[in-house]
């Protein structure tokens, strides 16, 4: 899946968030963890095949309503090692969330999107570069403070003298303070 099949999605999720961005609720600092998987989408720097091991990230935000939040964070993007050689990738965030709350139920559909700047080692190399972040996912909220999340996100920045696709599938939770 290319980028540009990510866009409008992410695109209308952020203009839903905005419209509630005058609300008088706000939520206000959260932060949270997640682990997941990586997925190389292209060959970076001669090296080619899927991530493999554990990925995760860390993040910190401010809600401002029930639909807009901004979010930094930092992501391990795990490692491919194999035949071809290492890829070993980290990254820094910052990122618009829309939320989509699902009617009366606990259940949110989120939308991020922002700039990202990617560290890519690799056994033929070190390079790394600004580019685009987006992502889809969901969030159930156990209590008032506590959720559960689950998102796909897509790192698209310039590497190596391309912009290779990087997916992160992660599951993790988010904690109000």
């Not at 795990?78 to 009366?104: C, F, K, Q, W």
């Amino acid at each position: 899946m290319k980028v540009r099949t990510f866009k409008p999605i992410a695109a209308a999720l952020l203009v839903a968030g905005s419209l509630g961005a005058t609300a008088a609720h706000a939520d206000g600092l959260y932060g949270g963890a997640a682990l997941g998987a990586p997925r190389y989408q292209d060959d970076i720097n001669g090296i080619s095949g899927t991530g493999n091991g554990a990925s995760g990230k860390v993040f910190a935000g401010y809600q401002f309503n029930p639909y807009f939040a901004l979010e930094a964070g930092y992501a391990d993007l795990g490692h491919v090692d194999n035949s071809t050689g290492r890829i070993d990738g980290r990254a820094e965030y910052l990122d618009a969330v829309g939320m989509l709350p699902l009617g009366s139920s606990k259940f949110s559909l989120l939308g991020s999107v922002g700039a990202a700047h990617v560290n890519l080692d690799t056994s033929a190399g070190d390079d790394g570069g600004n580019g685009l972040k987006l992502g889809l996912g969901a969030q159930y909220a156990l209590t008032d403070n506590v959720a559960f999340r689950a998102e796909a996100e897509r790192y698209h920045a310039d590497a190596f003298g391309t912009k290779p696709d990087i997916d992160q599938y992660t599951v993790g939770v988010r904690v109000g303070f």
